[in-house]
């Protein structure tokens, strides 16, 4: 696979991923419940809190994060370079929500996992700023950008803008 948004240079780029080992171990567990009681109706949905932990965990293992306790501030971590990274998680296929916050990341990573098959995408690997060029300077609420806006935000990031993979 190549990066459509290298510029000149045609580089290979993993988007996806299989789930780190203990995250699949949790995911696996869940399927076996939906599994169990499915005549009952229940579904174990992973939503809100745990969805963007899983996120922030895939973050840490697949390109080294290193991960800020209590964040909230709009910064997840740090990257291997120093550069700090918000995380962002979707199980929905949905883009992502952003609040607006006064402290924005260096960089941004949006991953669409696949929890049915435990493995994941990454949608966007770049500068903060190139995901969020078509928001307005401040709002109220949270925001949406929509699946198709960010992985054309995807394309214009430069292969020496992303954060390399560890894993």
Known sequence: MTDEGAGDIKMPYRREF???PVVADLVAARNKLREHYKSAGLKFTLDG???GDI???IAAELFGVQLVPGNGTGIDGH???GRSVQVK???TGRGPVFRCVDTR????LFFDIDFE????EVIFNGPEHVALANMPEAWIGQRPVTKVQIRAADILVDMGDRLRRVD
């Open 55 to 57: 996120g922030e965990s």
């Open 117 to 120: 098959n435990l493995k994941g």
């Open 105 to 108: 990341a260096e960089h941004l």
């Open 79 to 81: 990257a291997t370079d």
């Open 89 to 91: 998680t979707t199980g």
């Open 18 to 20: 299989a789930l780190p």
């Open 49 to 51: 809190n745990l969805v």
